[in-house]
C-alpha cells in the first residue's frame, strides 16, 4: 500500500482523537501499529510503541532489533537497544493532557511509564483506532474478499474429504495443507472440527475423535491471507441425520438468515444478535445458544465491532462481521443426543444493505 493510505488513516485516528477528548494514545497492537504505518512487527517482550498526537503527528518506538528503517514509514522513527531503557524514549515524547493508552499494552511497560506522568491524564485510549478500523477501506475489502473465496474452497474440500473413519486432527491436517496450498499466510492455527459429541462444545479443540455414521460434523474454519483474516463455520451430517438433528438445523439456518437480511447501514448490531436469538428462543433452545451472535473481522480474528446483545454500536458502511448463531446440545440436555450445529458468514455493511463474502452453501448436507 501507498504511504498515503497509512496518512489518511492517522489522519482519520486523529479526528477520532479530538472528539473522545484525547490528546495522545499509544498505539501497541501489531495490528494496529500495521494499519497506521504498513510495519508488522511482532515485539513479544520488547517494546514497541506508535505515539500518535490529536494534530496527525506520529513517531514509533521500536527496538533496533526490529530491523525498521525511517525510510519504512511516513512518521518519526526513534529506535532502542536492548541495552536502553525504552519508557524513557516514549516518556519524552508525551505531553500534558488526556493520554489514552493502548487496551493491549503490557503492564511491565504501563506502569513505568505512568510512573513518570504525574501531570498527564491517562485512560484506556483504544478507541480512536478502532473506531477507525472498523469502517474497511476498499483495498481492505478485496483483501478480505480474497481470503473468503480461499476459505469456500478449503470448506467445500474438507467436507468432500469428511468420510466414516476420518478424525477431527486429520482433518485439521488437510485444512493446513489446503490453506498453505490456497496462499493462506502460516502458521494457520487451531481450527474448530468437532465430530458427533464434541460439538456440543462451542469452541471445541480437535481430538482424535473419528466420524462416525449419524454423526453431525461441524466446521468452523479461519485464516488470514495478506494479513486479513476470513471465517466462516458450516455442519453437515455422515449417511443419515435426525429428524431432531434436521429440524436444529433448519432453525439455526433461518436464524443465521433473519440477522443477515436485516444487517443494513443504520441498525443497531444488538438488533441484529436479536433477530437470530428470538428464532432459537421461540423453538425451545434459548440456553443452547451459548455465545454472541458475532464479531468483527480484519486484521485480528476477532476485533470490534462485537455482534451480541450488550453492543451498543451501529452497523454502517464498511463494517465486516460475522454472523454465527448455534445450538449445542450436550449430555445433559435429556430429549437429544449430544451435538452442534453452527452457520456462519462473514458479512460486508454496504451503502444500502450488506452482502455476504461467504458463497458455500447453507443447505443441509447429509454426506
Avoid at 477431527?168 to 459429541?197: H, M, N, R, W
Avoid at 444478535?273 to 434459548?286: L, M, P, Q, Y
Amino acid at each position: 500500500m501507498q504511504k498515503s493510505i497509512y496518512s489518511q488513516r492517522i489522519k482519520a485516528v486523529a479526528e477520532n482523537m479530538k472528539e473522545q477528548a484525547f490528546s495522545q494514545i499509544i498505539v501497541t497492537s501489531p495490528a494496529s501499529v500495521f494499519y497506521l504505518s504498513g510495519i508488522w512487527v511482532q515485539p513479544y517482550e520488547r517494546m514497541l510503541a506508535l505515539c500518535l498526537n490529536d494534530g496527525g503527528e506520529a513517531a514509533l518506538c521500536a527496538n533496533a532489533l526490529f530491523g525498521i528503517s525511517q525510510s519504512q514509514l511516513g512518521c518519526e522513527l526513534i529506535n532502542h537497544s536492548d541495552s536502553d531503557d525504552p519508557i524513557a524514549g516514549l516518556a519524552a515524547l508525551i505531553k500534558p493532557g488526556n493520554l489514552g493508552i493502548d487496551k493491549s499494552w503490557q503492564a511491565r511497560f504501563y506502569i513505568p511509564l505512568a510512573s513518570k506522568l504525574s501531570s498527564t491524564s491517562i485512560s484506556l485510549g483504544s478507541s480512536p483506532v478502532d473506531e477507525a478500523r472498523m469502517a474497511k477501506g476498499n483495498d481492505e475489502i478485496e483483501l478480505m474478499k480474497l481470503a473468503s473465496k480461499i476459505n469456500d474452497q478449503v470448506m467445500a474440500y474438507i467436507i468432500s474429504a469428511a468420510s466414516e473413519g476420518i478424525s477431527e486432527s486429520e482433518c485439521y491436517s488437510l485444512v493446513c495443507k489446503a490453506y498453505t496450498e490456497l496462499g493462506a499466510d502460516e502458521p494457520i492455527g487451531e481450527q474448530i472440527i468437532a465430530f458427533g459429541e464434541n460439538a456440543a462444545d462451542a469452541h471445541h479443540s480437535v481430538s482424535k475423535r473419528s466420524l462416525r455414521s449419524g454423526d453431525c460434523a461441524l466446521f468452523d474454519l479461519f485464516a488470514p491471507v495478506n494479513r486479513y483474516w476470513a471465517d466462516m463455520s458450516r455442519t453437515a451430517f455422515l449417511h443419515t441425520a435426525s429428524n431432531q438433528a434436521q429440524d436444529i438445523y433448519g432453525i439455526v439456518k433461518q436464524a443465521q438468515q433473519a440477522a443477515a437480511d436485516l444487517a443494513k447501514p443504520g441498525v443497531p448490531l444488538a438488533e441484529i444478535d436479536r433477530a437470530a436469538r428470538g428464532i432459537i428462543e421461540k423453538a425451545g433452545f434459548a440456553d443452547q445458544f451459548t455465545h454472541r451472535l458475532g464479531h468483527g473481522i480484519g486484521l485480528e480474528e476477532h476485533e470490534p465491532p462485537d455482534v451480541s446483545a450488550l453492543s451498543t454500536e451501529i452497523a454502517r458502511k464498511g463494517m465486516i462481521f460475522s454472523i454465527e448463531p448455534g445450538i449445542y446440545i450436550g449430555e445433559n440436555y435429556a430429549k437429544l443426543l449430544p451435538m452442534g450445529v453452527r452457520i456462519e458468514d462473514l458479512i460486508l455493511i454496504t451503502e444500502g444493505g450488506s452482502e455476504s463474502l461467504n458463497s458455500y452453501t447453507k443447505e443441509l448436507q447429509i454426506l
